[in-house]
């Protein structure tokens, strides 16, 4: 290998951004309802005291990513969506990054027998690209376009002033609803605000009879350091301080609570729970669903 290339291979290694990963779905139970963990693809950080432990350096992070066996030169994330069927509604939470990036979510709805047409309403955790991408098609067309486009409305107002998001929010206008957290939007579905990492950043509390999951969304990226060291900021949230908060008092809570969650950014399919572990936490995933 000649110097350049060693040069070339190293700095993409560590390149940020989208990484494509092929379409996955995978189904389970919760009381009465069908879910389904929908891959769209991955993305990777490299370890430079930006999106990850900016208050604590590269060499901080290497080394609780070195305890836990993985590389210390970039954090590794998965880019997920969560499917519920209920009757008389079909939710998907999370759109992945869309054709933009190459996104696998429509081949990975096609794979849980979902055609685009049939998904009544699509919860949105907050507006960034990797989750917000997919609700438009290859064409810059809605993507769901029966559907009702559910998001906080601190979230809604957010994603309006975003420039890069002007095309996409103008496109989706007439379909979204846009509400305030903490009540049942949708049978057994309930948001919860959890700003800090956009401002109007929210999760969703899923229950059916006595099972229950929350789709955490954003509070913690990383099943790595993220839970290790929530209190630890990073450049990955927008507001890095009440990111760390939310996050820490939300991870206190699920290992209290030992509630089943969803992440859309931890290793697929993101499902599993919250654990306590010397001054922070590990993450359990339902090895069952594998
Ligand atoms: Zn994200």
Same mark, same amino acid.
């Given at each position: 290998m000649g110097r350049l290339t060693a040069v070339i291979l190293a700095l993409w290694s560590v390149a940020a951004g989208p990484v494509r990963a092929p379409p996955a779905a995978v189904s389970f139970h919760l009381g009465a309802l069908e879910l389904t963990a929908l891959r769209d693809s991955g993305y990777v950080s490299p370890n430079d005291g930006g999106d990850f432990g900016s208050d604590v350096g590269p060499q901080a992070v290497g080394e609780v990513l070195a305890a836990a066996g993985?590389?210390?030169d970039a954090i590794s994330l998965s880019v997920d969506a969560l499917l519920v069927r209920m009757p008389g509604h079909v939710v998907l939470l999370d759109t992945g990054f869309g054709p933009d990036a190459e996104g696998a979510l429509a081949a990975s709805l096609r794979m849980a027998d979902v055609?685009?047409? /049939?998904?009544t309403d699509v919860l949105i955790t907050h507006s960034h690209p990797d989750h917000i #991408?997919?609700?438009?098609d290859a064409d810059g067309? $809605?993507?769901?376009?029966r559907a009702t486009i559910w998001l906080s409305q601190r979230e809604w107002t957010s994603m309006r002033s975003r420039g890069w998001a002007s095309k996409l929010a103008a496109a989706i206008a007439p379909q979204v609803k846009a509400f305030e957290p #903490?009540?049942?939007?949708?049978? #057994?579905i309930t948001p919860v605000a959890l700003y #800090? &990492?956009?401002?109007?950043h929210v999760g969703y509390e899923i229950v059916s009879g006595a099972a229950n999951i929350e789709?955490?969304?954003?509070?913690?990226? $990383? $099943?790595i350091v993220s839970l290790a060291k929530p209190a630890w900021r990073g450049w990955?949230? /927008?507001?890095p301080k009440a990111a760390a908060a939310t996050r820490s008092a939300e991870l206190k809570r699920l290992a209290a609570t030992h509630e089943l969650i969803f992440a859309? &950014?931890?290793?697929?399919?993101?499902?599993g729970w919250i654990v306590a572990r010397g001054d922070g936490y590990a993450w359990k995933p339902d090895t069952d669903l594998r």
């Open positions: 993985a590389s210390q055609s685009p047409l /049939e998904v #991408g997919g609700l438009l067309k $809605s993507a769901f376009p #903490g009540r049942q939007i949708l049978p #057994g #800090g &990492h956009t401002p109007g789709d955490i969304g954003d509070i913690a990226h $990383s $099943s990955i949230d /927008e507001d859309p &950014h931890f290793p697929f399919p993101g499902v």
